[in-house]
């Protein structure tokens, strides 16, 4: 597939790096060579031109008309449309723009950019906003995510001693036919195991458990989270835009305080999020005083939104000092992720991921609902319809021999989910959620689509 990223900036360079591992045609665009002078001669598969993508000569050098999928990520949002718009016209087959607006976001106006040839658009904070809220409604929760409209839910926990009754059984024993959840994947210091039967969960693992709504109880009963507090009320390090997204968008039982040290700010804020839920207090989150000041010790939750990824980590090291156990930090540089999993930060995001996440839905031929990095796991989480005739509904999943690093963590049929076993015959329409390790997601897409579709053809070549 022949991609365009044009800006490389965090989000661009990001999705160069993670692309050009999987066998892609890349080229990355920017007018500032300093900005890709670190990619030149590296270990990336990919073609860096410093040009603008506003530039029509310059796109038709690109080859934009043979472009397969065209992605602005540049700072600029009028750019970002401009060029989409561009190379539309110019014969790109999909376009992907990174806007800063979130009402261009809506239904309501999602055909207006269709027309004008764009057919998607990101906008990371309003998607960080809204997994910082499903943080925040389970206290005992690392990551959530939610399948299929909700039919089924992804958990990533981590393992502390309450769970001592999950370790030293092999998950066979633990995930059997009519167990209410499956162990999709662990991970375990720097390491991401996609487990089989065999596997034997361990103390400091965060173990991801795919499972059903009416399960949760369960599940949070069985590694041992049923005495964490849920969070009621919480406190933020930062007032920016993902800040005020998680102000309007929050649950009306969670109180909010944010504290923001620009005064200039604050009565933005105080204008944006006039309700009687929402404190917002002028000063700097670092001062512990302060936080005791502003009640630190009442709250359930501490999230740390500052632009600077080193103090939103120390941010939330004091707060869990101070007593807070759910704290959520903003951690933007890549380097700094798996460091913030060690110091036992919680739940970590990352605008870079949840951008590439929504992107790489655009890469997948078959009729893929969703498809998610995780951030503190190596790994990839994808929704894939099975298509009629398709290698999937052929034969029972015991049966079928997938890619090493690839598990079914469960299956949505007529808007019921439930847990797949090595007896579970997959039918036309069901749609089965995949994980894998990162990278992995394009060798399991044949299973599910018609052996003589044109797209099968088409991915059969890539592979050759």
Same mark, same amino acid.
């Given at each position: 597939?022949?991609?365009?990223?044009?800006?490389?900036?965090?989000?661009?360079?990001?999705?160069?790096?993670?692309?050009?591992?999987?066998?892609?045609?890349?080229?990355?665009?920017?007018?500032?060579?300093?900005?890709?002078?670190?990619?030149?001669?590296?270990?990336?598969?990919?073609?860096?031109?410093?040009?603008?993508? +506003?530039?029509?000569?310059?796109?038709?050098?690109?080859?934009?008309?043979?472009?397969?999928?065209?992605? !602005?990520?540049?700072?600029? =949002?009028?750019?970002?449309?401009?060029?989409?718009?561009?190379?539309?016209?110019?014969?790109?087959?999909?376009?992907?723009?990174?806007?800063?607006?979130?009402?261009?976001?809506?239904?309501?106006?999602?055909?207006?950019?269709?027309?004008?040839?764009?057919?998607?658009?990101?906008?990371?904070?309003?998607?960080?906003?809204?997994?910082?809220?499903?943080?925040? /409604?389970?206290?005992?929760?690392?990551?959530?995510?939610?399948?299929?409209? #909700?039919?089924?839910?992804?958990?990533?926990?981590?393992?502390? =001693?309450?769970?001592?009754?999950?370790?030293?059984?092999?998950?066979?024993?633990?995930?059997?036919?009519?167990?209410?959840?499956?162990?999709?994947?662990?991970?375990?210091? =720097?390491?991401?195991?996609?487990?089989?039967?065999?596997?034997?969960?361990?103390?400091?693992?965060?173990?991801?458990?795919?499972?059903?709504?009416?399960?949760?109880?369960?599940?949070? /009963?069985?590694?041992?989270?049923?005495?964490?507090? $849920?969070?009621?009320?919480?406190?933020?390090?930062?007032?920016?835009?993902?800040?005020?997204?998680?102000?309007? !968008?929050?649950? $009306?039982?969670?109180?909010?305080?944010?504290?923001?040290?620009?005064?200039?700010?604050?009565?933005?804020?105080?204008?944006?999020?006039?309700?009687?839920?929402?404190?917002?207090?002028?000063?700097?989150?670092?001062?512990?005083?302060?936080?005791?000041?502003? #009640?630190?010790?009442?709250?359930?939750?501490?999230?740390?939104?500052?632009?600077?990824?080193?103090?939103?980590?120390?941010?939330?090291?004091?707060?869990?000092?101070? #007593?807070?156990?759910?704290?959520?930090?903003?951690?933007?540089?890549? $380097?700094?992720?798996?460091?913030?999993? /060690?110091?036992?930060?919680?739940?970590?995001?990352?605008?870079?991921?949840?951008?590439?996440?929504?992107?790489?839905?655009?890469?997948?031929?078959?009729?893929?609902?969703?498809?998610?990095?995780? +951030?503190?796991?190596?790994?990839?989480?994808?929704?894939?319809?099975?298509?009629?005739?398709?290698?999937?509904?052929? /034969?029972?999943?015991?049966?079928?021999?997938?890619?090493?690093?690839? +598990?079914?963590?469960?299956?949505?049929?007529?808007?019921?989910?439930?847990?797949? #076993?090595?007896?579970?015959?997959?039918?036309?329409?069901?749609?089965?959620?995949?994980?894998?390790?990162?990278?992995?997601?394009?060798?399991?897409?044949?299973?599910?689509?018609?052996?003589?579709?044109?797209? @099968?053809?088409?991915? @059969?070549?890539?592979?050759?």
């Amino acid at each position: 597939m022949k991609i365009i990223i044009a800006g490389a900036g965090a989000v661009g360079t990001h999705l160069a790096e993670l692309l050009s591992q999987e066998n892609h045609d890349i080229i990355l665009m920017d007018e500032d060579s300093s900005k890709t002078e670190h990619l030149a001669g590296g270990d990336y598969d990919l073609l860096i031109m410093n040009a603008s993508p +506003t530039s029509i000569s310059r796109l038709k050098e690109a080859g934009v008309a043979h472009t397969d999928l065209f992605i !602005a990520v540049t700072p600029e =949002e009028t750019k970002n449309i401009t060029c989409c718009m561009l190379a539309h016209t110019l014969g790109a087959k999909k376009t992907v723009a990174r806007v800063d607006n979130s009402e261009y976001t809506t239904d309501r106006y999602r055909t207006v950019f269709q027309s004008m040839g764009i057919d998607s658009l990101v906008y990371p904070e309003e998607l960080a906003a809204q997994e910082i809220i499903d943080g925040l /409604k389970r206290s005992w929760v690392r990551q959530y995510w939610e399948v299929h409209n #909700g039919a089924l839910c992804l958990m990533g926990i981590k393992l502390r =001693e309450e769970a001592k009754d999950l370790y030293s059984k092999p998950l066979k024993e633990l995930c059997g036919p009519t167990a209410p959840f499956h162990i999709v994947a662990i991970k375990r210091e =720097e390491n991401t195991i996609i487990p089989n039967g065999n596997t034997q969960m361990q103390l400091g693992d965060i173990a991801y458990f795919m499972t059903t709504k009416k399960h949760i109880p369960t599940i949070r /009963k069985i590694v041992g989270k049923e005495k964490y507090e $849920d969070v009621r009320k919480a406190m933020v390090m930062g007032g920016g835009d993902i800040t005020v997204h998680v102000a309007l !968008a929050k649950p $009306d039982n969670i109180d909010l305080r944010i504290i923001e040290k620009n005064e200039d700010r604050c009565k933005v804020l105080a204008e944006q999020l006039d309700n009687g839920d929402t404190m917002i207090i002028h000063g700097d989150a670092r001062d512990t005083d302060l936080l005791i000041d502003e #009640g630190i010790r009442e709250v359930q939750g501490f999230v740390a939104l500052t632009n600077n990824t080193e103090n939103n980590i120390l941010a939330c090291l004091a707060a869990k000092r101070l #007593g807070v156990r759910k704290t959520v930090a903003q951690v933007e540089n890549m $380097d700094y992720v798996g460091m913030a999993g /060690k110091l036992d930060i919680g739940t970590i995001v990352n605008k870079k991921n949840i951008a590439a996440s929504h992107i790489y839905r655009m890469l997948l031929d078959t009729d893929v609902a969703n498809i998610r990095r995780l +951030t503190i796991a190596d790994a990839d989480i994808a929704e894939f319809i099975a298509k009629e005739g398709s290698p999937i509904t052929s /034969k029972p999943i015991r049966e079928l021999r997938f890619p090493e690093g690839i +598990t079914l963590g469960g299956l949505v049929r007529d808007g019921v989910g439930m847990s797949i #076993g090595g007896n579970t015959q997959v039918q036309p329409g069901d749609c089965v959620v995949v994980f894998s390790k990162s990278g992995k997601i394009r060798q399991i897409d044949h299973y599910f689509i018609t052996p003589n579709s044109s797209i @099968s053809r088409f991915i @059969s070549a890539l592979k050759s």
